[in-house]
C-alpha cells in the first residue's frame, strides 16, 4: 500500500510533538528526575471523584446536547456574569484544546493568519497548520511581554485571529492589565477574534490573571478548563465563552467532531466548580519560590507569575535549549528544548509540577551543568 499516495497535504504539514520524545525517553530510564510532564501531581479532588462515580451509577452515560449541559452551562454563564459582567454564551468541549480546535475550525480558511507569541504552546501552531492556515508567531523575548505594536504590525487582511495564553506556557508569565486592554484594542480596531487561553488561571500566584471578555465581549473568545486546576487533565473537560455567533458555529463542528464533552465528567465538572483548590495553589506557588531560588545563581529567567512552568535561557557551557536538555538527559533529568514552543532555541522550559525532592534534585544538577 502506498500511503505516501493516499495521505493529505496536512500529514505533512503536522508534526509530532517534540515534548513526547521525552516522555518516551523518560520511560526508559531507571530513575528520571522529570521536569518535562505539563500536568499536577495531585490526583483529582475526592468530591469530584464522587461526582463522577456517581454520575456513571445514576445511568448518566448517553450523550448530552451538543453544547453540554444546561446546568453546567448556566453555573458558568452566571459566574462569569459576575465576574466580568458580560452575558456570553457558553460551550462545554473536551478540554481547552477541543475548544481551541473548534475555534479555529469555524474562523480559518486556507491561506488565513493567526498570530500569536512566541514562545508559544505547541498546538497553536499545529492546529493553524492542519487546517492550511499561516501561523503568525511574534517574537516576544526577552522578557516574554506583549507589545502591541510588534504584534499589530505582523497582522494582515489576512488575519482572522490573535491568540493570547496568560499564564503562559511554556514562560509561566501572567499579562499585565494593560497588554490584555492593549490586545483588546488591537482586537476591535482590526475587526479579528481575541483568543484567550486560560486553562491555568486558577493557578495565579501573585495576583488575579486579566481577562480581555469584560473589554472587548464582541471579539473575545474566552478557553477555560479545569484539568490543570483540578488533576483532572485525562478527563478532558473545559469551555468556551463568547459571542453567540461564534459559538454556535463552534456547536455545529463539535456536532460532527467530538459530539459532546465526556458526560459523567460535565457532571463532576459540577462539583469542581464548588472544590476550593486554594490548598493546590499555595502548594504551587511555593514550588514555583524553591525553583526560582534554586535556579537563580546560574540562570537568568522571567519569575513566572502562574502554571507552572519557569523557561530559563540555556547557560554559555550548553548555549541551546537542545544542548541543555540533551546534557541534562545524562545526568537523568528531563526538560524540554526551547525549541519546542519557539522559532528559537536559546531557552528551555522546566516543569515544576512534581515533588519539592524532585525539584531540589533536578535543579542541582542543572545548575551543575552551567557551572561545570
Not at 513526547?20 to 521536569?35: I, V
Not at 522571567?302 to 512552568?309: D, I, Q, T
Request: charged share 20%.
Amino acid at each position: 500500500m502506498n500511503y505516501d499516495a493516499l495521505f493529505a497535504e496536512r500529514v505533512g504539514r503536522v508534526e509530532f510533538s517534540g515534548i513526547r520524545k521525552f516522555f518516551e525517553m523518560a520511560s526508559r530510564m531507571r530513575n528520571p528526575c522529570d521536569l518535562s510532564i505539563g500536568q499536577p501531581d495531585y490526583d483529582v479532588p475526592a468530591a469530584v471523584r464522587d461526582a463522577a462515580i456517581a454520575a456513571i451509577q445514576a445511568g448518566h452515560n448517553r450523550y448530552t446536547p451538543t453544547a453540554g449541559l444546561p446546568e453546567l452551562r448556566r453555573r458558568i454563564a452566571d459566574d462569569l456574569r459576575r465576574e466580568t459582567g458580560v452575558d456570553t454564551s457558553v460551550l462545554i468541549t473536551a478540554g481547552v484544546s477541543g475548544g481551541l480546535s473548534l475555534a479555529l475550525l469555524a474562523l480559518v480558511n486556507p491561506g488565513d493568519e493567526v498570530v500569536f507569541a512566541d514562545p508559544y504552546f505547541i498546538s497553536y501552531l499545529q492546529l493553524v497548520n492542519m487546517l492550511g492556515g499561516k501561523p503568525v508567531p511574534v517574537a516576544t523575548y526577552p522578557d516574554f511581554s506583549f507589545d502591541a505594536a510588534r504584534f499589530d504590525a505582523a497582522m494582515t487582511p489576512r488575519t482572522k485571529a490573535l491568540i493570547i495564553n496568560s499564564p503562559g506556557n511554556p514562560t509561566g508569565r501572567m499579562m499585565t492589565g494593560q497588554e490584555v486592554a492593549a490586545a483588546a484594542d488591537l482586537a476591535r480596531k482590526r475587526g479579528i477574534v481575541l483568543i484567550t487561553d486560560e486553562i491555568y488561571e486558577g493557578l495565579c500566584y501573585d495576583r488575579p490573571n486579566p481577562c480581555p471578555l469584560k473589554l472587548a465581549p464582541e471579539n473575545t473568545l474566552l478557553l477555560r478548563g479545569y484539568g490543570k486546576t483540578h488533576g483532572m487533565t485525562g478527563w478532558r473537560i473545559g469551555y468556551a465563552a463568547g459571542p453567540d455567533r461564534l459559538i454556535h458555529e463552534m456547536v455545529k463542528f463539535q456536532q460532527f467532531t467530538y459530539v459532546c464533552a465526556p458526560t459523567p465528567v460535565q457532571h463532576a465538572a459540577l462539583a469542581a466548580i464548588e472544590t476550593d483548590v486554594a490548598d493546590h495553589r499555595r502548594a504551587y506557588a511555593e514550588k514555583r519560590d524553591l525553583v526560582c531560588r534554586l535556579l537563580s545563581r546560574a540562570f537568568e529567567f522571567e519569575r513566572p507569575g502562574g502554571g507552572f512552568y519557569v523557561f530559563p535561557k540555556a547557560p554559555a557551557k550548553h548555549p541551546t535549549g537542545t544542548q541543555l536538555a540533551m546534557a541534562a538527559l545524562e545526568r537523568e533529568v528531563l526538560v524540554i528544548p526551547g525549541c519546542v514552543f519557539s522559532g528559537r532555541d536559546t531557552h528551555f522550559r522546566i516543569s515544576y509540577a512534581t515533588t519539592d525532592a524532585q525539584i531540589r534534585r533536578g535543579c542541582d544538577a542543572l545548575c551543575g551543568l552551567a557551572d561545570g
